[in-house]
């Protein structure tokens, strides 16, 4: 059986993890802080598609 790891941090994660949803897709992480590591990571690659060169 395949272990799951956090999208953040590639800890294993436990029987609940925490989903986020990032750039359309729902993903896995261990703990809050990571949830909120690629929250951040995500507003700012989408916030970085809206700008004109």
Request: charged residues 25%.
């Amino acid at each position: 059986m395949t272990e799951k790891t956090c999208a953040a941090c590639d800890c294993q994660l436990d029987a609940n993890p925490i989903r986020v949803k990032v750039g359309g897709k729902t993903v896995e992480v261990c703990c809050e802080e990571c949830a909120i590591a690629l929250n951040e990571a995500g507003a700012s690659v989408a916030g970085a598609g809206n700008r004109e060169a």
